[in-house]
């Protein structure tokens, strides 16, 4: 159970009295069991009457079919879910550490959803869940599985689209690094050995860019990694955030900006 954090604390107390507890789980991304208790606990009464009819879901707005019509940021978005989702029977659900990307990904799907907190021993990090049968139909109709962490195959992209989705990819399960030594440096990684393949084969094919062999951690067996170097690497990088807009994570544009800085 992820602790209270003090402005969750204020606000219930803020909003306890008058507001139902359904309500109150929805905004904080917390289970109804969940804010009865503290409820309890804290001394806080209800002066309202809340029957059980009442305690239903939320209805929150979403683009139902916004995985079947394919746009520049709707390819960021099924690359991101590849890389930092996960789908299940009925819902979809994405995790990230940055809040930022979370929201303007809530904000192409059309969604009102909440994004929750999570927290454990590791750090903190940030979930947007959707329950949606047609996003998980549509998700799988692209090709990506239910059980893709070591699975995962390329999903079917067109090829004007392929730089959007790489960019999603790369910023859910990516990282760019730069030295004096060793110049700019970019990996791509997966439990799936297969979608890197398939990822550096069309990087090969659509930019005629190189990369390094797929290749396996060692002592994990299940940890890929797929490599760009040097100017192979800058190819990419200004690949992926031409016409980005403002739909990448900053920190990880900031490093490539700052390898900018340094030849100058």
């Known amino acids: 159970m992820k602790h209270w954090q003090p402005d969750e604390t204020q606000y219930l107390i803020n909003h306890y009295e008058k507001t139902p507890n359904h309500v109150l789980a929805d905004h904080l991304g917390r289970t109804y069991q969940a804010i009865s208790l503290k409820g309890y606990r804290m001394g806080l009464k209800k002066t309202i009457m809340i029957r059980s009819h009442e305690r239903r879901t939320i209805r929150y707005s979403l683009?139902?079919?916004?995985?079947?019509?394919?746009?520049?940021?709707?390819?960021?978005?099924?690359?991101?879910?590849?890389?930092?989702?996960?789908?299940?029977?009925?819902?979809?659900?994405?995790?990230?550490?940055?809040?930022?990307?979370?929201?303007?990904?809530?904000?192409?799907?059309?969604?009102?959803?909440?994004?929750?907190?999570?927290?454990?021993?590791?750090?903190?990090?940030?979930?947007?869940?959707?329950?949606?049968?047609?996003?998980?139909?549509?998700?799988?109709?692209?090709?990506?599985?239910?059980?893709?962490?070591?699975?995962?195959?390329?999903p079917k992209i067109p090829d004007n689209f392929f730089s959007h989705f790489l960019r999603g990819y790369f910023d859910g399960d990516g990282g760019v690094y730069h030295s004096k030594r060793g110049g700019l440096r970019i990996k791509f990684t997966s439990g799936s050995e297969k979608l890197l393949k398939e990822i550096s084969h069309h990087i090969n094919k659509l930019y005629a860019i190189n990369g390094s062999d797929v290749v396996c951690d060692s002592g994990r067996q299940h940890a890929f990694r797929l490599w760009y170097c040097g100017k192979n690497a800058v190819a990419i990088m200004n690949i992926m955030y031409k016409d980005s807009g403002n739909l990448y994570i900053e920190k990880k544009r900031a490093v490539f900006n700052e390898y900018h800085n340094c030849l100058q």
């Open 63 to 154: 683009n139902q079919r916004v995985f079947a019509n394919l746009s520049p940021d709707v390819a960021y978005v099924v690359g991101f879910v590849l890389a930092d989702g996960t789908i299940g029977s009925n819902r979809m659900k994405i995790s990230n550490t940055n809040f930022s990307i979370l929201e303007q990904i809530r904000f192409i799907l059309g969604s009102s959803h909440p994004i929750a907190q999570e927290q454990n021993r590791l750090g903190k990090w940030h979930t947007l869940t959707i329950v949606s049968m047609n996003l998980r139909d549509d998700l799988i109709a692209l090709g990506i599985s239910q059980n893709k962490s070591l699975n995962a195959e390329l």
